[in-house]
């Protein structure tokens, strides 16, 4: 099983295979984009073996301050009920349709305050890359990037998080990838969001909409820059709200 040695966690063979099964199982969930997001622990476990339940389970324990990660800890969350469905949401790059998303309505509320703003001024919109996740989701979200890794933990866990970590599964600090309608990509480097004219405007003006720059440069957290990565925080946004109403 997964052994921890110099800060650093190395995944055997066994496991290896077994996070490869999980990810060729849940192939058939993630092609149900309008509900795979949504799924619970129970769910995703109805169709794993009992090996890979118990891996499951000891990454669940991983703890990432451990691991140079200095996030805190949020929890395993249940799934909201209150959440609106994003579709058809689709960019110029490659001509393609983002899969349905998520988020809390107060979120979902404040991102279209933003984005009229937005187009007001600058005659452009931001999409919703990546919305709420349920913590079930994130873990398959965190075996594919482990995966698309070669099975590098300490790299893996800089741009993912395991469940309990991610803000996409904590709505009292709901994240929110943007991407721009031309499809600026988060992975593709030909791209870069912070060189945008929407990440120019976030920087000025999102806080008044209640959303924060999650990981800027350098961040205490020892996470990776993430210009597109934003929290939203209502505790900013009530009295802001009373003014532009």
């Not at 339940?53 to 691991?67: A, D, G, Q, T």
């Not at 790059?93 to 991102?111: D, G, H, M, S």
């Not at 349920?134 to 965190?142: E, G, H, L, N, R």
């Not at 008044?208 to 929290?231: A, T």
Request: aromatic share 16%.
């Amino acid at each position: 099983m997964i052994s921890c040695y110099n800060q650093n966690i190395f995944i055997n063979a066994s496991d290896k295979k077994l996070i490869i099964s999980i990810l060729k199982k849940t192939k058939n969930k993630l092609k149900k984009v309008d509900r795979v997001r949504l799924m619970d622990f129970s769910e995703l476990f109805r169709s794993l073996s009992s090996r890979e339940k118990v891996l499951v389970k000891k990454f669940l324990n991983v703890n990432f301050r451990k691991h140079g990660i200095r996030i805190p800890y949020f929890g395993i969350q249940k799934v909201p009920k209150n959440l609106i469905a994003i579709r058809s949401q689709k960019y110029v790059y490659k001509i393609k349709e983002i899969e349905t998303q998520y988020l809390p309505r107060r979120v979902y509320q404040a991102y279209k305050k933003l984005n009229s703003a937005l187009y007001k001024e600058l005659g452009k919109r931001l999409l919703i890359l990546s919305g709420y996740r349920s913590p079930a989701y994130q873990m398959i979200v965190f075996f594919q990037y482990l995966n698309y890794c070669n099975f590098n933990f300490s790299k893996a866990v800089k741009r993912i998080f395991l469940p309990g970590y991610s803000e996409h599964g904590y709505v009292k600090k709901q994240a929110i990838d943007f991407t721009t309608t031309e499809g600026i990509s988060t992975i593709d480097k030909s791209f870069d969001f912070s060189k945008t004219d929407e990440y120019r405007w976030l920087l000025k003006n999102a806080y008044k909409f209640g959303f924060y720059l999650s990981y800027p440069r350098n961040n205490k957290f020892g996470v990776i820059f993430e210009p597109w990565h934003w929290q939203f925080r209502d505790n900013r946004l009530k009295d802001y709200l009373k003014t532009v109403n």
